[in-house]
């Protein structure tokens, strides 16, 4: 079993529909990390928290909603999407924010697979 | 900025064949460096990591050398089997603050 645990597993979605996935580490990490996976595409880094507070947001637009409440959870809120938006949304934790001195590994959850019609 | 550039495949090996695949890498200062590999369906796993100049990562068979004069960390594996079929990434914790930085990922297909 996974450390790091995303839900749900596949959805499918309208463009007006609003959605959530969620994240969930039981690893005791203080960094969270939302990843999108594109068919050809190199991994994208989303959004980054730290200590419940988000210290990147890499150009995702508004239409992606990120929350983290606490170190243990990372939800996407979703609404309005575009058929290009589909994808495989990918949860990561790591013990400490990644770079400098840190030279820890990012722990991946499965992902949620979302396919906007 | 920091980067990573890695052979972006398919491919396609024999059972028992040698595996190569070339990851260099751009960046300020000493990054570690790392492979992740994701399976069918699932997201991914670290498979080996390094964290300064000469170290050789190992595990399952694979290895990978930092190797500074040529900023590569290229991954090996003497014989490979078909359950490495798999997509294989290559990426580097930045020394500045900067977050992982993932290559493209290099799909293998091993056939029995």
């Known amino acids: 079993e996974t450390g790091v645990t995303q839900t749900p597993r596949h959805l499918v979605m309208g463009m007006t529909n609003k959605k959530s996935l969620k994240c969930e580490q039981h690893l005791g990490h203080n960094a969270m990390y939302w990843y999108k996976q594109s068919a050809k595409k190199p991994l994208e880094l989303m959004f980054v928290?730290?200590?419940?507070?988000?210290?990147e947001n890499n150009s995702v637009p508004s239409r992606f909603s990120p929350e983290c409440p606490n170190s243990s959870h990372l939800f996407l809120h979703l609404h309005t999407l575009q058929p290009e938006d589909s994808a495989l949304y990918l949860c990561?934790?790591?013990?400490?924010?990644?770079?400098?001195?840190?030279?820890?590994?990012?722990?991946f959850g499965e992902g949620s697979r979302l396919t906007v019609l | 900025g920091d980067s990573v550039t890695q052979m972006e495949g398919p491919v396609t090996l024999s059972e028992e064949a040698f595996l190569t695949i070339n990851c260099t890498y751009t960046a300020t200062g000493y990054p570690s460096l790392f492979w992740y590999v994701q399976y069918p369906g699932e997201g991914l796993q670290l498979l080996l990591k390094?964290?300064?100049?000469?170290d050789k990562g190992s595990n399952k068979g694979f290895e990978a050398t930092y190797r500074k004069e040529t900023t590569s960390f290229h991954l090996e594996k003497g014989s490979v089997q078909v359950s490495d079929s798999a997509v294989y990434f290559c990426a580097l914790s930045g020394v500045y603050g900067q977050n992982f930085v993932f290559g493209p990922g290099t799909r293998l297909s091993v056939l029995p």
């Open positions: 928290y730290n200590f419940k507070e988000q210290t």
């Open positions: 990561a934790s790591s013990p400490r924010l990644a770079g400098g001195t840190n030279t820890g590994e990012l722990f």
């Open positions: 390094a964290t300064k100049a000469d």
